[in-house]
Each structure stands twice: as structure tokens, then as C-alpha cells.
T-cell receptor, first 114, second 116 residues
Framework: AQSVTQLDSHVSVSEGTPVLLRCNYS??????LFWYVQHPNKGLQLLLK??????LVKGINGFEAEFKKSETSFHLTKPSAHMSDAAEYFC????????????FGKGTKLSVKP | DGGITQSPKYLFRKEGQNVTLSCEQN?????MYWYRQDPGQGLRLIYY???????QKGDIAEGYSVSREKKESFPLTVTSAQKNPTAFYLC???????????????FGAGSRLTVL
């Protein structure tokens, strides 16, 4: 069975400092992995996705994530936080093994201090 | 611009009433989904549809019903049988009928339902 764990429910950083949002997964198959962002009272927007190509994936707004099979991790990073990055972030795993089989993490709320 | 439109954005319901949330997409996507979001819980799948006139239950379908009479529309009814309906409801769609590894969801802006 597949699962996804976001290790921090809340992360707080200062503007201009690096961002690290942690995600670990468990999957019986070669997984596809996604990061989505949600601003308050809005829908989710895709940041980036990993689908067994390059292990370092670049996304929108300067975010990137590295797939590490040995550590079963897919952490999201950004070199320098901006105030507009304050939002909730969801790590998602899909093994494509059955229809509709996407598992969402519980989310990490990112706060950015001026 | 193509996208997903959910309405209403906010909805209040008295206990015992059924309510229907609208979801319309103009992306020509085959598949559509309904998720429920509660604080600290992530998203949980209620129902999904891979093709017109067909839909399947997700993880938490009890107390909900859907229809898919048109490709662009996937309304969700929250019935009085749903014990705890207060939540944020998100509709999504994807190009392919099957959630393959590379398939990406496009989300609507959500509907917030509050039971009084």
C-alpha cells in the first residue's frame, strides 16, 4: 500500500531565507510524486511533478524537489523565500496501479516572516 | 481561459437538508473528481468519474451522491445522511480517464459548506 508523510505540519521562515518542506513516501511500485500549493480558500495548483525522469525536478516560482529512492523522500526546496510563498503545500504520491489512486499528505503550512 | 468553475463559493445548510454543489469544466477533460478537505486532514476522495454516465466511489462516499450526464459537469449532492458535512469541497479534473503516473489534476477554487 502506498502512503505519504509530510514531516512538518507548520514551517516558519524569514523572507529571503531557504525553504525546506519534507515529504516521505511509501509505494509498492515506481511512484509518481507531486507537490501542490494551496493559498487560503483557493484550489490547489501544481508546483512540480516527478515521473521517473530526472531526479531533480524544477517547478514554478523557483521551487524544486529531489527524488531520493534510497531515502524514499521527495523534499521541496526554494533558495530564498518570498512573502507570496506563504501557503499550504501538499505532497502527493501515485503509483498509477489503479484508477483514482492518488494519496495526499496532510499538508505543511508555510509562514513567511518579513 | 479554460478552467474549472465551482459554485457556490460559500453555502450554509440546515441539518436535514440536501445541498448540491456545482462543478463545470471547459478543459475537455475526460475525468472529474470530488475531494473533501478538513483542517489537518489533507484531501480525501469522495467520488470520481472517468467517462460520461459512469462514476465510482472514493474513500468517503457515504452520504454523498453524484451524476455525470455531461462531460463538462459533475455535480455533488451532500445528503442529510452525511453525518459531518461541514468542510471545504474541491472539484478537480484530469485529461485522461485513468490517473496514470504523469496525469495532473486541475482544481477548482472550492466550495465551503457550513451546516448550521
Amino acid at each position: 500500500a502506498q502512503s505519504v508523510t509530510q514531516l512538518d505540519s507548520h514551517v516558519s521562515v524569514s523572507e529571503g531565507t531557504p525553504v525546506l518542506l519534507r515529504c516521505n513516501y511509501s509505494s509498492s511500485y515506481s511512484p509518481s510524486l507531486f507537490w501542490y500549493v494551496q493559498h487560503p480558500n483557493k484550489g490547489l495548483q501544481l508546483l512540480l511533478k516527478y515521473t521517473s525522469a530526472a531526479t531533480l525536478v524544477k517547478g514554478i516560482n523557483g521551487f524544486e524537489a529531489e527524488f531520493k529512492k534510497s531515502e524514499t523522500s521527495f523534499h521541496l526546496t526554494k533558495p530564498s523565500a518570498h512573502m507570496s510563498d506563504a501557503a499550504e503545500y501538499f505532497c502527493v504520491v501515485s503509483d498509477g496501479g489503479s484508477q483514482g489512486n492518488l494519496i495526499f499528505g496532510k499538508g505543511t503550512k508555510l509562514s513567511v516572516k518579513p | 481561459d479554460g478552467g474549472i468553475t465551482q459554485s457556490p463559493k460559500y453555502l450554509f445548510r440546515k441539518e436535514g437538508q440536501n445541498v448540491t454543489l456545482s462543478c463545470e469544466q471547459n478543459l475537455n477533460h475526460d475525468a472529474m473528481y470530488w475531494y473533501r478537505q478538513d483542517p489537518g486532514q489533507g484531501l480525501r476522495l469522495i467520488y470520481y468519474s472517468q467517462i460520461v454516465n459512469d462514476f465510482q466511489k472514493g474513500d468517503i462516499a457515504e452520504g454523498y451522491s453524484v451524476s455525470r450526464e455531461k462531460k463538462e459537469s459533475f455535480p455533488l449532492t451532500v445528503t442529510s445522511a452525511q453525518k459531518n458535512p461541514t468542510a471545504f469541497y474541491l472539484c478537480a479534473s484530469s485529461i485522461q480517464g485513468r490517473l496514470s503516473g504523469a496525469n495532473v489534476l486541475t482544481f477548482g477554487a472550492g466550495s465551503r459548506l457550513t451546516v448550521l
